[in-house]
């Protein structure tokens, strides 16, 4: 699978904090081929590894994870944006009944099941369609609509053959109005591809049927082809969404992607077998895991991020913005290292902290100190903990006896706060996003 090539190719980075412009050219050109196997258009593919790069350089590599996996989820979550993961795909059926559906495509795309799918589906949500055939070329097509109707128990406007398709249309909304359908679903004729007298009908029954919505189904084996078909319905006549068919089969379902990325629309629903349920409403992650063939890498990368508490993660990026880092944002940071590991491994996730990382050498301080240091930093009053250079000789001693250390131990903690205010002033350089990127936040 994808995450085991980019395993592989991420071995050597193992520990070395930062994604670099090279191991993410390297890893990238694995997701490349990946999606072009799946069928994704290769323009497609060109803009978007151009920016999950962006994206991906400079990125920290989370201690639990390997940056293989860290790329499959950047990649992931990537791709699940670009297939419209989070917006509303639903059918958009707001207006005054009867709503107009019409589907149109090539011949064979699935058209015609898809019409009876989506007459279940809505039957099954107490609305109440009406199927037209509007197809009066292909053989039986008109037959064909009529008995997945009879299956359904869902009535069939009556075409027939010898008329034209833009008059049975208009009829059959007329009919509709008169009595109480409140969805008509068009079944409209198909191509082996696109031609202008086919477009021009379809334009006219456009007019005809006032559509609500507009369906191109498309076949997710037609694969690269399928996005310049999808382009060229678009163009003529507005399609407002995507049937994908046929995921099935051994299909990657990258054609979606692909006509997502260009025409703009959004898949509504998939077709998953000839059967008359199988029809489901899209989910953008399905279709990108489906397409990067990842098993649980996500579950993983979910419980490493958790593992740095967010909310505490938050309140330290408030105050590092006030700029105002005191002693007790330093204990708060303190007990957060301890949570995490060790305060190298840490500051190497953060672009830009290597170098700082060697100055700080050995400033990493143990579970002993660290509990020394919590004592100190509980012994001093609270305005000393949020200005400590009120801290004199005589409230270091008196801090020192409060939390059984000696001047000494206070002092050196001072000095390491002065030091850890520094890291903060250079933090604060690198701005909030650098910061949460760092913390391994919103990736
Ligand atoms: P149309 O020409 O666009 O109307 O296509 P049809 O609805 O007649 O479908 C063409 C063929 O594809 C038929 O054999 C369907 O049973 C089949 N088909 C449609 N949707 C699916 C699907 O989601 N999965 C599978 N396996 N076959 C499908
Ligand atoms: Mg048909």
Redesign the pocket.
């Known amino acids: 699978t994808l995450s085991d090539k980019l395993e592989s190719v991420f071995k050597k980075l193992r520990g070395q904090g930062v994604m670099t412009e090279d191991n993410v050219k390297e890893a990238l050109r694995e997701v490349r081929l990946a999606l072009l196997e799946a069928d994704v258009n290769f323009k497609v593919v060109k803009d978007f590894i151009e920016r999950v790069r962006e994206k991906a350089v400079g990125t920290l590599v989370l201690q639990s994870l390997s940056p293989g996996q860290q790329v499959v989820k950047i990649v992931h979550d990537e791709l699940v944006a670009l297939m419209g993961g989070g917006e509303d795909n639903s059918l958009d059926l707001a207006a005054k009944p009867p709503v107009s559906i019409m589907m149109v ?1 090539l ?8 019409c009876g799918k989506l007459a279940k589906l809505l039957k099954s949500q107490r609305r109440k369609p009406l199927l037209v055939p509007a197809d009066i070329y292909r053989p039986a097509a008109i037959e ?1 609509l009529k008995i997945l109707g009879r299956q359904l128990s869902i009535e069939v406007f009556d075409s027939q053959a010898d008329q034209k398709p833009v008059d049975i249309c208009s009829k059959a909304l007329k009919y509709a109005q008169l009595s109480g359908f409140d969805t008509v679903i068009f079944d409209t004729a ?1 191509r082996h591809q696109i031609d202008d007298y086919l477009m021009d009908e379809l334009v006219q029954i456009r007019e005809a049927a006032e559509p609500r919505e507009i369906l191109f ?1 498309a076949d997710a084996m037609t694969g690269q082809e399928a996005v310049n078909v999808a382009a060229g319905f678009d163009e003529r006549l507005g399609i407002t969404g995507v049937v994908l ?5 051994d299909a990657k379902g990258g054609a979606a992607l692909s006509i997502k990325a260009v025409t703009g629309k959004p898949v509504k629903f998939v ?4 059967k008359l349920d ?1 029809l489901e409403v899209f989910h953008a992650d399905r279709l990108v895991s489906r397409i990067l063939g990842m098993g649980d890498v996500l579950t993983l990368i979910e419980k490493a991020q958790s593992t740095f508490d967010t909310k505490e993660a938050e309140r330290l990026q408030k105050k590092l913005k006030k700029s105002n880092f005191d002693l007790d944002d330093f204990k708060a940071q303190l007990q957060q290292l301890k949570k995490m590991g060790s305060l190298e491994s840490i500051m190497g996730m953060i672009p830009g902290m290597g170098k700082m990382m060697k100055q700080m050498q050995g400033a990493q301080p143990s579970e002993k100190e660290l509990k020394r240091i919590e004592a100190i930093i509980d012994s001093m009053t609270r305005q000393e903990r949020a200005n400590h250079q009120m801290i004199n000789g005589s409230r270091r001693l008196r801090i020192a006896k409060g939390s059984g250390t000696s001047v000494q131990e206070v002092n050196q903690l001072l000095k390491r706060f002065t030091e850890a205010q520094k890291v903060v002033k250079q933090l604060q350089k690198l701005g909030p996003k650098g910061l949460m990127k760092g913390m391994g936040k919103g990736m």
Do not use: N
């Not at 068919?245 to 089969?249: A, F, H, R, S, V």
């Open positions: 495509g011949q064979g795309a699935g058209k015609t099941t898809s064909q198909g189904v068919t046929k995921l099935d089969g077709g998953l077998g000839e199988a």
